[in-house]
């Protein structure tokens, strides 16, 4: 388990800040709608310069709240393991709980990874008990692969 403090080694160039960003959904393709966090105390502002790190990554990442667990879910890749792993946190910018891993893409193709990644919560069942996940493998044609995940 890797706790909130354990945020790896800031040189490793793999690793890249995951910040956030919201937009209402009908200004979408609006770039000046755009809000960045700019605080853990939830203050968001207009400007990308000032967004704050909540989590380093390696890979691709989304979060939203799961009604099932009544708390925001971080899902995301880990390129380095070829794992998808999920954190919890009472906000959607933490402080985010152990890592639990989803899921081990199993390989003997050292050159083969997890390249893309999406949660897709508007087909949750059971409010977020379960949910899905397509993800890509990168040697394999693009072709999408679905994930159905089940939370206990």
Same mark, same amino acid.
């Given at each position: 388990?890797?706790?909130?403090?354990?945020?790896?080694?800031?040189?490793?160039?793999?690793?890249?800040?995951?910040?956030?960003?919201?937009?209402?959904?009908?200004?979408? #393709?609006?770039?000046?709608?755009?809000? !960045?966090?700019?605080?853990?105390?939830?203050?968001? /502002? $207009? +400007? %990308?310069?000032?967004? *704050?790190?909540?989590?380093?990554?390696?890979?691709?990442?989304?979060?939203?709240?799961?009604?099932?667990?009544?708390?925001?879910?971080?899902?995301?890749?880990?390129?380095?393991?070829?794992?998808?792993?999920?954190?919890?946190?009472? #906000?959607?910018?933490?402080?985010?709980? !152990?890592?639990?891993?989803?899921?081990?893409?199993? /390989? $003997? +193709? %050292?050159?083969?990874? *997890?390249?893309?990644?999406?949660?897709?919560?508007?087909?949750?069942?059971?409010?977020?008990?379960?949910?899905?996940?397509?993800?890509?493998?990168?040697?394999?044609?693009?072709?999408?692969?679905?994930?159905?995940?089940?939370?206990?």
């Amino acid at each position: 388990r890797q706790d909130e403090k354990n945020l790896g080694n800031p040189n490793d160039t793999m690793l890249h800040p995951l910040r956030l960003m919201r937009v209402k959904i009908e200004s979408f #393709t609006t770039r000046d709608a755009y809000e !960045y966090l700019a605080s853990n105390k939830g203050i968001w /502002t $207009k +400007n %990308p310069k000032k967004a *704050i790190d909540i989590l380093p990554v390696v890979g691709s990442f989304q979060i939203f709240y799961n009604k099932h667990l009544k708390t925001f879910l971080c899902v995301y890749t880990d390129d380095l393991s070829n794992q998808i792993k999920l954190r919890t946190a009472k #906000t959607p910018w933490g402080p985010f709980g !152990y890592t639990e891993v989803l899921f081990t893409h199993e /390989t $003997k +193709n %050292p050159d083969e990874f *997890i390249s893309t990644m999406f949660v897709h919560p508007e087909y949750n069942m059971k409010d977020g008990k379960v949910f899905f996940i397509t993800y890509c493998v990168s040697s394999l044609d693009t072709q999408p692969i679905l994930l159905k995940v089940k939370l206990r």
